[in-house]
């Protein structure tokens, strides 16, 4: 069946270093791919997404690249903030499903 | 734009009694899903509203659990009688439907925090 691996937190950072977060799924088809952000207390927020191979989503400083050879869509941030402390699920939905299949979550924690 | 609407936002009850949510999705969306996301976990979903049918129910307990959409617009996610281990935050999301496509990307709301004692 489809489903979607992340790597486990919590991960912490200083303020301005970069960021990666792993996401590799297993899916039939071509399932789209999204980052989905949590702030405390908060519902999820959509970050960026990706329709089909070599797309790359972006927004706010992230951005991941859909790898269909690889199966993955790795989170990425040049440069954190404190402000960027959350929760990141990597999710995928197919068509062929009408489902969406999320992650586990990833807790990034940036320190001043 | 405005977003998914969920109440209340938190609730605290004893287990053997019963709960009730509600959500309002985004105006137009004919898509609508019910989250359960237990702490530290990804949000498993519960039912899935196609207007006012149900595309998949297979991880909603139905012996406890009962979810409907009458009007193809909110829903009310319905627990009884709760169990502790119902403690979660219940995120109500939705998304508009395209029949080349498929569902669009899910907003959510905010979400319920239940706590069962």
């Known amino acids: 069946g489809n489903s979607v691996t992340q790597m486990e937190g919590p991960v912490t950072l200083s303020e301005e270093a970069f960021l990666t977060i792993n996401c590799t799924y297993t899916a039939t088809g071509y399932p789209s791919l999204f980052w989905y952000v949590q702030y405390p207390g908060e519902g999820l927020q959509l970050l960026l997404k990706?329709?089909?191979?070599?797309d790359k989503g972006s927004n706010k400083g992230f951005e991941a690249t859909y790898r269909k050879e690889t199966t993955s869509f790795h989170l990425e941030k040049g440069s954190v903030q404190v402000s960027d402390s959350a929760v990141y699920f990597c999710?995928?939905?197919?068509?062929?499903?009408?489902?969406?299949?999320f992650g586990t979550g990833t807790r990034l924690k940036v320190l001043a | 734009e405005a977003g998914v609407a969920q109440s209340p936002r938190y609730k605290i009850i004893e287990k053997r009694q019963s709960v009730a949510f509600w959500c309002n999705p985004i105006s137009g969306h004919a898509t609508l899903y019910w989250y359960q996301q237990i702490l530290g976990q990804g949000p498993k979903l519960l039912i899935q509203?196609?207007?006012?049918?149900?595309?998949?129910d297979s991880q909603l307990p139905k012996d406890r659990f009962s979810a409907e959409r009458l009007k193809g617009v909110d829903s009310t996610l319905k627990i009884q009688p709760a169990k502790l281990e119902d403690s979660a935050v219940y995120l109500c999301?939705?998304?508009?439907?395209?029949?080349?496509?498929?569902?669009?990307?899910?907003?959510f709301g905010q979400g319920t925090r239940l706590t069962v004692v």
């Open positions: 999301a939705s998304s508009s439907f395209d029949r080349g496509r498929g569902n669009t990307e899910a907003f």
């Open positions: 509203f196609q207007n006012n049918g149900v595309v998949d």
């Open positions: 990706a329709t089909k191979a070599d």
């Open positions: 999710a995928l939905y197919t068509s062929g499903t009408y489902k969406y299949i």
